[in-house]
């Protein structure tokens, strides 16, 4: 069984910064692209970041370009996303994604990722 755990949401004024970290553990874990989405309330979750396992090439959606950044250390199965000048719309349960190699569809939608994390909150007060 394959387990994402995220840490390091909380509480930041807007203008601030928060590092979210995402473990992976399993026997057998493997995975060719790992993610990041988010859900406010009341909204659908959306893709905020992307991240190719092998390659390291990254994709972020319009919305958090330039003020976050995800990076992963291979070596600790743990995905990172870094994110600054906070704005209180970045509000939301974060949650952390991984898709076994080989399935197919993008990279952007919820419904391409097979494993999820349980969430953590970031909230973003102005």
């Known amino acids: 069984q394959v387990q994402l755990v995220e840490s390091g949401g909380g509480l930041v004024q807007a203008g601030g910064s928060l590092r979210l970290s995402c473990a992976a553990s399993g026997r057998t874990f493997s995975s060719d692209t790992m993610g990041w989405f988010r859900q406010a309330p009341g909204k659908e979750r959306e893709f905020v970041s992307a991240?190719?396992?092998?390659?390291?090439?990254?994709y972020y959606a319009d919305s958090v370009k330039g003020r976050f950044t995800i990076s992963i250390n291979n070596a600790k199965n743990t995905v990172y996303l870094q994110m600054n000048s906070l704005k209180p719309e970045d509000t939301a349960v974060y949650y952390c994604?991984?898709?076994?190699?080989?399935?197919?569809?993008?990279?952007?939608?919820?419904?391409?990722?097979?494993?999820w994390g349980q969430g953590t909150q970031v909230t973003v007060s102005s």
């Open positions: 991240i190719n396992t092998s390659g390291g090439n990254t």
């Open positions: 994604a991984a898709r076994i190699p080989g399935s197919s569809g993008s990279r952007y939608r919820v419904e391409t990722y097979d494993f």
